[in-house]
């Protein structure tokens, strides 16, 4: 009887690559023993070898894949695996295909803060513009407000209580007003939404609040939506009184599996604000937890495929532009201040500034000529 062969094992296993489009990734690996089958996948399938794109070579006990002229296509996990008579084993690697940068972000925060902190309303009648996060439980709406506050206060605010992936309930039950340092701005939290129609806030009570009706600290009911005959119901609500941009805040690791109910909600929402034509804008939260790249530095967001993915879906789920969706990651474990950070959320805030100010601008021309 002949011998066993040597059962493979590797010497140097695949390493990951982050690369930019159009240049050559080479993922190389060395076994202890010829003679062994070796198959290529990606993503957990058969790597079908496309020419003039995929090279595979088999040098002895070195294995190597060329992959030519990265493009988006080409991200994802690879994994070879060798075997023979005695038993087989497998390595894998990422590789990470930086895009072109696709949209374009300030990353010095100063002249961003300095710019919203003297900003002027126009429209002489707004003590202050008013902006309404709703989302699910969990997608970061208390966060955002926090990092917002955060920024503007220039210490860690940690007041506006998140609710916990584990719990998977909200802890925001009022109809709660914040502001930051002496901005012009207030910024509604309230319930999150869930797909069983008695618990999360009411889609009615959502769409009385854009409207006007919902005071401050109201405490929200599940059971039941806030009717005319409550006593603290806004009967002849002001443009004071009314949100000026809908934000819907959604978590970049959850949007492929939000219950179709939710989205239902979000879209009823977003359909009545735009009756009203409040402006809306979607933050897509957590983008640390989708996409290593960006993980690693926020200032890759933008070329980042996987980002690009999500805000794509998120765009044909909830029915909103793309360019009105951004990626924004909120303070989370951090102690202290992170500029780029800031910067994210500072772009997608002063899109939101801007918004909520070209909408009450319309009321002041209406005033003007009714004068």
């Known amino acids: 009887m002949g011998s066993s062969p040597t059962k493979p094992e590797f010497v140097s296993v695949l390493a990951d690559k982050q690369v930019k489009e159009g240049v050559e990734v080479n993922l190389r690996c060395e076994a202890n023993t010829e003679g062994v089958t070796a198959k290529w996948e990606k993503n957990g399938y058969r790597l079908e070898c496309v020419e003039g794109k995929h090279v595979k070579r088999e040098s002895g006990t070195t294995f190597s894949l060329i992959i030519k002229n990265a493009a988006k296509e080409d991200e994802g996990k690879y994994t070879l695996s060798l075997w023979n008579d005695s038993g087989s084993v497998s390595c894998s690697a990422m590789v990470i295909v930086e895009l072109r940068e696709w949209r374009t972000v300030q990353w010095k925060q100063d002249s961003m803060i300095t710019s919203l902190k003297n900003f002027k309303i126009n429209n002489d009648n707004i003590r202050q513009l008013r902006f309404l996060l709703h989302g699910p439980v969990g997608a970061g709406k208390s966060s955002t407000i926090n990092t917002i506050k955060t920024i503007f206060d220039g210490h860690q605010f940690i007041n506006c209580l998140a609710a916990s992936d584990l719990s998977g309930e909200s802890f925001t039950t009022k109809y709660q007003k914040y502001t930051a340092g002496a901005v012009p701005f207030a910024f509604y939290d309230l319930m999150g939404i869930e797909k069983d129609q008695l618990k999360g806030v009411q889609t009615d009570d959502i769409i009385s609040a854009l409207k006007g009706h919902i005071p401050d600290d109201y405490e929200f009911k599940p059971q039941a939506a806030m009717c005319e005959d409550n006593r603290y119901y806004i009967s002849d609500p002001t443009l004071n009184d009314q949100i000026h941009c809908l934000v819907s805040v959604i978590a970049a690791d959850k949007v492929a599996i939000m219950d179709n109910k939710v989205i239902q909600k979000m879209k009823t929402i977003r359909a009545e604000a735009s009756k009203l034509g409040i402006p809306q804008l979607v933050f897509m939260t957590r983008v640390d937890n989708v996409c290593m790249l960006t993980k690693e530095n926020l200032a890759k967001i933008y070329q980042s495929k996987k ?65």
Not at 308 to 316: I, L, Q, R, V
Not at 323 to 352: D, R, S, V
């Open 307 to 371: 980002i690009k993915e999500k805000m794509e879906e998120c765009s044909t789920r909830l029915g909103v532009p793309m360019n009105c969706i951004f990626p924004l990651k909120n303070y989370h474990e951090e102690t202290k201040q992170n500029e780029k950070l800031n910067c994210l959320a500072l772009e997608a805030f002063t899109q939101a500034v801007y918004s909520a100010n070209d909408y009450v601008k319309k009321f002041s021309r209406k005033d003007k000529c009714v004068e």
